[in-house]
């Protein structure tokens, strides 16, 4: 998936977006206080969510509020052919660092995830909309924050 959905944005924010999909993923598949504990508290499916059918990405976006407004909505949003390529071109994690800062290598000589980078995804205020996303759904404007344009540009946002 990742080398036909995300394979245009820079390799640290299809990281984030990997990782965090994967951990909800893990809690998906085998809920529970271990895969539970991995997750935070807004990657939790909200009340809508679990009630009501709806298209399984909507459950990636990072903020419970876009969600439910997804599922909500999901005919007018998942009718517009833009919607998830904007996204997928908009969405930002705001990590500050290169790639090398996103891994540490362990006693068994593994690349795993550093802590400061699970720590960075796992806080829903590092998660952000490029201001461009919001020219095309103003409607998201307040409820999703936008990214400063400070980091558009930047070898981190475009690397």
């Not at 924010?13 to 990782?19: D, G, H, K, S, T």
């Not at 539970?36 to 990657?43: N, V």
């Not at 998942?78 to 990590?95: A, I, R």
């Not at 362990?106 to 020219?135: G, K």
Request: glycine share 4%; proline share 8%; with cysteine.
């Amino acid at each position: 998936m990742d080398q036909y959905i995300w394979c245009t944005i820079p390799k640290v924010q299809r990281l984030a977006i990997a990782f965090k999909s994967y951990q909800l993923i893990k809690y998906i598949l085998k809920p529970g206080p271990e895969t539970r504990e991995k997750i935070p508290w807004w990657e939790l499916l909200t009340s809508l969510q679990l009630s009501q059918q709806h298209p399984v990405a909507i459950d990636f976006f990072p903020w419970p509020e876009v969600r439910d407004r997804l599922i909500i909505n999901h005919a007018y949003y998942l009718g517009k052919c833009d919607f998830f390529s904007c996204t997928q071109e908009y969405l930002f994690s705001n990590w500050p660092y290169g790639i090398r800062d996103c891994f540490v290598l362990d006693d068994q000589s593994t690349y795993r995830p550093s802590q400061a980078f699970i720590q960075h995804v796992n806080s829903l205020t590092n998660w952000s909309m490029c201001p461009a996303f919001f020219e095309r759904y103003p409607e998201f404007i307040g409820i999703i924050p936008p990214a400063s344009a400070a980091w558009e540009g930047t070898e981190t946002w475009r690397a």
